[in-house]
């Protein structure tokens, strides 16, 4: 069962920050946050994750709250080829499974 | 690295037949996953390996449903016999598990089945 709550679509326009928000209310002290995303019928590609410290690499930042409730990805300067399914996952650390929701459809408009 | 490979990239049988996908996970990894994906119910985890031992296949819809992995470089997933509605997108992923801290998994080109 999924535990995170994504909103179902964003727009964006292209060369602006990309903000997409996740809640995860029941998220416990083991649990990390995972974010993938999926272009078109691909297979979901990884993009970042935490625990509880906010994460930066090159393709994303990840900013999670202090309470570990709501965490926040940001894509810096979005390109239309980052036009998207973004799932939010909260992942188990003694479990090897990830619950996939119904994600953000991010569209990246010119 | 090739990263996941899967086959074939699509597929379109008759009901009743058998259906065979394969994955190959990317070297080193000792965790694979197979997931199936429908407009439907989204992506949903059928079965997952460690160290080629099935450890969960709670996801799997029936007994005509079957996964090997013979070999840490290999694994199948059957359907014995197949019906529309197993008309699907299944995606392998695989993951280096060393103890359950960061176990990114990374997935194939997927597998898109249609069963007539």
């Known amino acids: 069962d999924a535990k995170t709550t994504q909103p179902p679509s964003m727009d964006c326009a292209e060369g602006r920050a990309a903000n997409l928000p996740c809640n995860h209310s029941?998220?416990?002290?083991?649990?990390?946050v995972y974010w993938y995303r999926q272009i078109h019928s691909q297979g979901p590609q990884y993009i970042i994750h935490g625990l509880k410290n906010n994460e930066t690499n090159e393709m994303a930042s990840l900013i999670i709250t202090e309470d570990r409730k709501s965490s926040t990805l940001i894509l810096p300067h979005a390109t239309l080829r980052d036009t998207a399914v973004y799932y939010c996952i909260v992942r188990d650390y003694n479990f090897n499974k990830f619950y996939f929701g119904s994600g953000t459809k991010l569209n990246v408009k010119p | 690295d090739a990263g996941v490979i899967q086959s074939p990239r699509h597929e379109v049988t008759e009901m009743g037949q058998e259906v065979t996908l394969r994955c190959k996970p990317i070297?080193?990894?000792?965790?694979l996953f197979w997931y199936r994906q429908t407009m439907m119910r989204g992506l949903e985890l059928l079965i997952y390996f460690n160290n080629n031992v099935p450890i969960d296949d709670s996801g799997m819809p029936e007994d005509r449903f079957s996964a090997k992995m013979p070999n840490a470089s290999f694994s199948t997933l059957k359907i014995q016999p197949s019906e529309p509605r197993d008309s699907a997108v299944y995606f392998c992923a695989s993951s280096s598990s060393a103890g359950g801290s960061t176990d990114t998994q990374y997935f194939g080109p997927g597998t898109r089945l249609t069963v007539l």
């Open positions: 070297s080193g990894h000792n965790s």
């Open positions: 029941t998220i416990s002290g083991n649990e990390y």
